[in-house]
């Protein structure tokens, strides 16, 4: 599998000077691949420490567990993790968005907002949507108490032509419906652009349009991640 | 490498207004099992009817919740693309307020995302086909759904699909109405389709000023 990621820090995180507080982690290793994004938050303390600690637990825990991957298990070495660290909820959170596959299988798993689409062989559609909390502007973070149940996860096939993109809310209005959850035709170029070039080629043509494009409608930090064979 | 940039054909920004319409069913044993074929007809009905009208389909976003002693998601708020969906009789109890729990937190999960997409949005519905019966006392939430009606910020309307107390139905409207067409889902199929076709006759400026015919129905086209 081919991964391509870009991010890019939000026009309000520019101002205060503050770096992007969205984390993509990516990991291949004896034919498993895994792509990690989380996006901390910005009002904790520790939200960029909390992503940088999450995806790359949830990285290296799917690539080297990926038969036997429970979300139980992958929440409880999360925890942990942050727990050693010193990082609580209310200190400490983000969103996690996670996609990983070997040659015949993908799993994948969602807290938070942003959004996970997946190319099937009909077509590009929303397989994981934004999930808010109860008031506007919240979401579910992990670490806390609701995470667990609020947890997203899927195990399915490859087929010839599955590929996924993940996006941070910075992105993901662009790119999905939230009336039919149909993927934005935005979407299949960034897929295209991967299947077509190396992953190099394909991260730069992501933060180009990043920078040009999906910041001319947020003010939040923005990341984009694609995976395709 | 040439530069590459996204045309803004392939991204979405469409802002067109949205209806969002919950439709709660009772599926619990205080429904008598042959009337889950004429509750399927009349879904049936609505999407399709939804489906056919272009104006329907631009702005009508429908979320179907069935309820017996859990609730159940049967669609979660989409536009309505002719996929059709069906509920089955259970034989457990009827939780009428875990069914309209669950009916607020979707509809309040939508509303979110038309604030943050900046998209506006007409009055929500949410039609409520119930027994009447509920295993749980519902005062708390039919306060609620009557404080959220008298605020302008939800529409309900219930309809009653068997033979039992009304009582507990008008608890949960601020105007009192509540349908009792038993047998007749054609009737109720009727009324929400009378609000529709107002809402395909109206411009989104000209809503607030329009009445409708069909009693009960007013509300559906008052954009917020």
Redesign the interface.
């Known amino acids: 599998m081919k991964i391509s990621y870009a991010t890019a820090a939000g026009r309000q995180h520019q101002k205060d000077n503050m770096p992007c507080q969205d984390i993509i982690a990516v990991r291949k290793k004896n034919d498993v691949c895994t792509l990690v994004l989380c996006d901390g938050a910005g009002s904790k303390e520790y939200g960029l420490e909390c992503a940088q600690t999450v995806s790359s637990v949830t990285a290296d825990y799917l690539t080297n567990n990926f038969s036997t991957f429970t979300k139980d298990v992958l929440i409880e070495k999360i925890n942990t993790a942050l727990e050693e660290k010193g990082y609580t909820d209310k200190n400490s959170g983000t969103t996690l968005l996670f996609v990983a596959c070997d040659d015949k299988s993908f799993i994948l798993g969602h807290v938070g907002d942003g959004v996970i689409l997946m190319r099937a062989a009909s077509g590009i559609k929303t397989i994981s949507k934004p999930e808010n909390g109860h008031l506007e502007n919240i979401t579910y973070f992990l670490p806390s108490e609701e995470a667990k149940e609020h947890f997203f996860s899927q195990k399915g096939p490859l087929g010839a032509k599955t590929a996924f993109i993940l996006a941070s809310d910075g992105a993901s209005s662009l790119l999905y419906d939230p009336q039919t959850l149909k993927g934005a035709p935005a979407c299949a170029k960034l897929i295209s652009w991967l299947k077509e070039n190396d992953e190099e080629e394909g991260n730069e043509l992501l933060q180009e349009n990043i920078e040009q494009i999906f910041r001319e409608y947020t003010s939040d930090d923005i990341s984009i991640a694609v995976m395709t064979n | ?1 040439a ?4 045309e803004k ?6 802002k067109a207004p ?1 209806l969002p319409i919950c439709i709660c069913i009772d599926n619990s044993s205080s429904v008598l099992s042959s009337k889950f074929p004429d509750i399927n007809e009349f879904i049936k009905n609505v999407i399709e009817y939804i489906d056919s009208n272009v104006e329907c389909k631009t702005k009508v ?1 429908l979320c179907i919740v069935a309820f017996n002693s859990e609730a159940e998601v049967i669609s979660d ?3 309505v ?1 002719g996929t059709l969906y069906s509920v089955c009789y259970t034989a457990n109890a009827p939780d009428l307020e875990k069914g309209i729990k669950k009916c607020i937190q979707l509809l ?2 939508r509303l ?2 038309y ?3 900046s998209i506006s949005y007409y009055l929500p519905e949410l039609l409520i086909l119930s027994s009447g019966e509920s295993s749980t006392d519902i005062e708390h939430i039919a306060q609620r759904l009557r404080i959220a009606q008298s605020a302008k910020k939800l529409a309900v309307t219930p309809f009653k699909i068997a033979k039992n107390d009304t009582d507990t139905l008008n608890k949960l409207t601020t105007d009192g109405i509540v349908y009792t067409e038993l047998n007749d889902f054609t009737k109720i199929f009727e009324c929400l389709k009378s609000g529709l076709e107002l809402l395909s006759a109206s411009s989104a400026a000209a809503c607030k000023t329009l009445k409708s015919q069909a009693v009960g129905w007013e509300q559906l086209v008052e954009k917020r």
């Open positions: 490498m530069k590459i940039l996204l054909t392939d991204y979405y920004t469409n949205r976003q708020f989409a536009a693309d309040n999960d979110r995302v604030v943050e997409e």
